[in-house]
C-alpha cells in the first residue's frame, strides 16, 4: 500500500501512543489533558485556517494548514473512539447519493 494510503493508519497509531504521554513534552498528551472540548475548538480553528488558506494564501499554506485539521480531527476521532472506518462507511453511503437527498435524510433523522 501507498504511504498516502497508510497515513492516517500511521497518524492514528501514533497518536494512540502519545495520548497518554507527558503533556509537556507531547502536543498530542497536552490536547487530551485538556480534554473533548479544547480537542474539537482546535478542529474549529484549524478548520478557519484552512478556509482562509484557501482564498487568501498559497497553495503550500493551504496544504499546512489541511494537514493540521486533518491532525485535530484525528486527535479528536480517537478521543471520542470513532474508528476511521465508520467515517469511510458513512461516505461510502452517501457516494452517490445527492447533496439535497442527504440533507433530506438529516431532517427526518
Known sequence: MPKDERIISEMLEAIERRKSGDPETSYTARLYAKGVHKIAQKVGEEAVETAVAAVAETNERLARESADLLYHLLVLWNAKGIAPGE???????????????????????
Open 87 to 109: 467515517v469511510w462507511a458513512e461516505l461510502e453511503r452517501r457516494f452517490g447519493t445527492t447533496g439535497a437527498a442527504i440533507k433530506e435524510i438529516r431532517k427526518k433523522g
